[in-house]
């Protein structure tokens, strides 16, 4: 099992940036994929931003270019880094881990971004 605890969702401004930050703990496999997910209400959660173990990150087009994901692998940390947020980025945001054994989620972190 692979526990997921997630942190630095809020309230910002348009053209404002967040950082969330996600902790994993638990069974952890070496060869494993992390991602950031965001889902609006009443609709299917989508895919952000993907890191595999020592590789590249991949993002959805809407996001190119203003979010940055990245993983601190010795303390098992999963990073967004959000930068000129509008409107449309307001869900919630959840980590996820790709692994051996399975498939696990964090709780979910709430981003809201004002005009």
């Known amino acids: 099992q692979v526990h997921l605890v997630e942190s630095g969702g809020g309230l910002v401004q348009a053209g404002g940036s967040l950082n969330l930050s996600c902790a994993a703990s638990?069974?952890?496999?070496?060869?494993?994929?992390m991602g950031w997910f965001r889902q609006y209400p009443g609709q299917e959660r989508e895919a952000v931003a993907r890191i595999i173990s020592g590789g590249p990150p991949t993002y959805a087009d809407s996001v190119k270019g203003r979010f940055t994901i990245s993983r601190d692998y010795a303390r098992n940390m999963l990073y967004l880094q959000m930068n000129g947020l509008k409107p449309n980025d307001t869900a919630v945001y959840y980590c996820a881990f790709f692994g051996i054994g399975g498939t696990f989620w964090g709780q979910g972190t709430q981003v809201t971004v004002s005009s």
């Open positions: 638990g069974s952890i496999s070496s060869i494993n994929i």
